[in-house]
């Protein structure tokens, strides 16, 4: 059963930065796709960057591309998601979502097998 542990959230100013990391355990062979999503009260979950790491691909939504960075550092078992430039809309509940192999439609909940908890993200104007 693999297992997500998220950390790194806070409370940041606009224009501040966070590092947020997600613990994977019992992790199984072969290719997974690994995401983070965010979900603000009253709002849907949506999906914010994407990684496959059969072979290193990532994607992002539009609004947060070119401030945040999707990574992962095999040796530790975590992924991350540098988080550059916040700004107040960014607020919100982060969560680390995995499941086994490639695919389409990265940005559906639904096709994700395993969540974290979430970390929390407040970003003040």
């Known amino acids: 059963q693999v297992q997500l542990v998220e950390s790194g959230g806070g409370s940041v100013q606009a224009g501040g930065s966070l590092r947020l990391s997600c613990a994977v355990s019992?992790?199984?062979?072969?290719?997974?796709?690994m995401a983070w999503f965010r979900q603000a009260p009253g709002k849907e979950r949506e999906g914010v960057s994407y990684?496959?790491?059969?072979?290193?691909?990532?994607h992002y939504f539009d609004s947060v591309k070119g401030r945040f960075t999707i990574s992962r550092d095999n040796t530790k078992n975590t992924l991350y998601l540098q988080m550059n430039s916040l700004k107040p809309e960014d607020t919100a509940t982060y969560f680390c979502?995995?499941?086994?192999?490639?695919?389409?439609?990265?940005?559906?909940?639904?096709?994700?097998?395993?969540w974290g908890q979430g970390t929390q993200v407040t970003v003040s104007s």
């Open positions: 979502a995995a499941s086994p192999g490639g695919g389409y439609n990265w940005y559906r909940p639904d096709r994700y097998q395993y």
């Open positions: 019992g992790y199984t062979s072969g290719a997974y796709s």
């Open positions: 990684l496959y790491t059969g072979t290193g691909f990532t």
